[in-house]
């Protein structure tokens, strides 16, 4: 099962969604290393004011990133639209994503994201002045309708395949529903039966078999993993596995998540600084946290942490207090293995003064998940095992 998006052949059919404060530069490489076939970046404004805020420009960064290289614009006017989509191609883009399935509040009341979905001749102008402004591909992100009431999500994809979109990503709740109750997955196959163009399905695909009779019931070229990827980035990876043979890959071991969430640990120190790297890894030590097995045993010192070390040096014992009362052995993990790069740099006197762009200085996390991941693949995966993702 391939897709293509124009001339970017994906690697497999499990994409990982956008995401705000959650797909960032370290988090889309970890997830792509784990097998994720195609990841897209944080929504970023089409306001050009914004362009230049430390926000925007860490939302930008694409260093090191394997291609296509997906950003995601949103906003209402057609011109800045299309001006925003040039200015990210410029800056590396290789793919321009179009927001209109974002029910958040302040998104909606400037008439961006899922807002649009009721204005179907404002989206055709939109959709075209970005697919004339950039000759990279532009794809959308929708969900199926404006409520439940009113399910338009198959005019909007005819409009959106009309005006040279070259693929669609469809939430299966509309916009009234935001996020709660039921996904609905008949609207998805309904759309996926009127436009030509490759469709991800999204919305609450929690499991491997789950995603499979999804794939199975619309009938989309591939699925959108969001939400189940927190504290689980190999999860996307165990989906695009079962989808090509058939078998569960069973979740890494404790030892091998330890070294998975550690190197994330350190990439957001090193991409966003010690002090604000520490903040926002909190909500994803907490997501981790969430998945292990002894949640009666978590110290809520875990999330107060201040610095890099405190934190590394709570997660490292968070999951050695689970190998004790879980009787699944890790090795003895010593903090300096992991410690913060720039500490490390410091100390081969090799630490450059940290500028106003330094924060786009990463520490490639490539050589250790090479071995892991090999290692986690390597294991003997079985049809029907029970994990706990």
Partial sequence: MTIAIGPFMLDNPVALAPMAGVTDLPFRKLCRSMGAGYVVGEMLASDPSLRKTRKSRLRGVHLEEPSPRAVQIVGWDPATMADAAKYNVDQGASIIDINMGCPAKKVCQRYAGSALLDQERLVAKILEAVVNAVDAPVTLKIRTGVSPQNRNGVNIARIAEGAGIQALAVHGRTRACKYIGEVEYTTIREICNAVAIPVFANGDINTVDQAAWVLNHTK?????????????????????????????????????????????????????????????????????????????????????????????????????????????????????LYEHPLRAREKEGKAQPRTENSSQVLTPIGKTDKSTLQAWSDQSPSKNVSVRL
């Fill in 220 to 336: 989309a070229s591939g699925v959108m993993i969001g939400r189940r990827a927190h504290g689980a980035p190999w999860f996307p990876g165990q989906v695009a596995s079962f989808i090509r043979t058939g078998n569960v890959l069973p979740a890494p071991t404790l030892e091998m998540q330890l070294e998975y969430v550690l190197h994330h640990l350190n990439a957001m120190y090193d991409f966003y600084g010690a002090e604000q790297g520490v903040r926002i890894a909190r909500k994803h030590i907490k997501w981790y946290a969430g998945r292990l097995p002894r949640q009666d045993i978590i110290n809520s010192e875990l999330f107060r942490c201040e610095t890099p070390e405190a934190q590394l040096d709570q997660v490292s014992e968070l999951y050695h207090q689970q190998d004790r009362f879980t009787k699944i052995r890790l090795p003895h993990c010593h903090r300096k």
